[in-house]
């Protein structure tokens, strides 16, 4: 190979690397702005095939998406100099790409520090003007809307949009956490003991009716049972007196064997009488006459 097609082989390979160096591509997902000497020529670089003087002019191309900042946990003060631990997060995007490049250099660290520095004083001055009641209650969405709309305002100078602001979690510091563990402990026990002491009371004022009725019922029972009971006497009393008066002979007669079953049930009873006793009548006549 000689040298004039060595040569216009060094020119041609020059020629497509500076066309390849003169095209560029910027998706629909990213922002772009186009410098020549450190100077922006291009703010805001369509979507799409562009041409640029190779070797010259430099692209610098940014994530146009919307994009997620979880900002740090911090400690703020409510209004009454209560703490609390909030952590919170951050939806933005590039608003305008040309502001953001100057006030960041495209640094994306740099982008969410100073976004983080912005928020946390918002977040600070909000928290201060709030009680602790009004942090953990329903005005929590009114809250992140009005720090929301604040902080995108702060912001529009680096050319930045904020889309939303939201509380993730709200703590109590380690201390105030275990302080009112303990208080909303002791107010319970002391809650379980009022409804201890009147269920106690109650559970008397049960036991101690009970026992009343349980009296009252005994004792008209025992009423009604000695009523039956002087009813029964009175009507075998009228029997006994009925059988004597139809035949008194028989009426002993009877009455005297009753007396002997019921004397001589078991063999070891002894009974010492003198043979000419009453008690023997029947035994020693069977008319019962001595």
């Known amino acids: 190979m000689n040298s004039k097609a060595m040569t216009a082989l060094i020119l041609i390979g020059i020629v497509l690397l500076g066309v390849l160096s003169s095209v560029y591509v910027v998706s629909e997902r990213e922002r772009a702005v186009l410098l020549r000497f450190g100077e922006i020529i291009k703010p805001d670089v369509k979507p799409g095939l562009h041409f640029k003087v190779p070797f010259i002019d430099k692209l610098r191309v940014f994530d146009g998406r919307i994009q997620t ?58 928290f201060g003007v709030l009680t602790l009641n009004e942090v953990v209650s ?42 009112v563990f303990d208080r909303m402990s002791s107010e319970r026990r002391k809650e379980a003991q009022e409804y201890r002491s009147k269920g106690n009371e109650m559970a008397k004022a049960i036991r101690a009716n009970a026992d009343r009725e349980r009296q009252v019922i005994i004792a008209a029972a025992y009423r009604d049972s000695e009523k039956i009971r002087g009813d029964g006497d009175a009507k075998a009393a009228g029997i006994y007196s009925n059988a004597y008066g139809a035949d008194e002979e028989f009426y002993s007669f009877y009455r005297s064997l009753k007396a002997y079953r019921d004397t001589f049930d078991s063999r070891s009873d002894i009974l010492l009488l003198e043979p000419d006793s009453e008690f023997f009548r029947f035994m020693n006549s069977s008319t019962g006459k001595q």
């Open 138 to 179: 329903g005005q929590r969405d009114e809250l992140m809307t009005e720090i929301t709309q604040t902080l995108n305002r702060s912001v529009e100078r680096l050319g930045m949009q904020v889309l939303d602001v939201r509380v993730k979690k709200i703590d109590l510091p380690p201390q105030v956490s275990d302080s």
């Open 69 to 126: 900042l979880d900002v740090p946990q911090e400690r703020f003060f409510t209004q009454e100099k209560k703490a609390v631990i909030v952590d919170a997060y951050i939806k933005w995007r590039i608003a305008n790409v040309q502001e953001f490049y100057r006030a960041t250099s495209g640094d994306a660290f740099r982008a969410n520090t100073l976004l983080s520095q912005r928020a946390g004083s918002r977040l600070r001055e909000k």
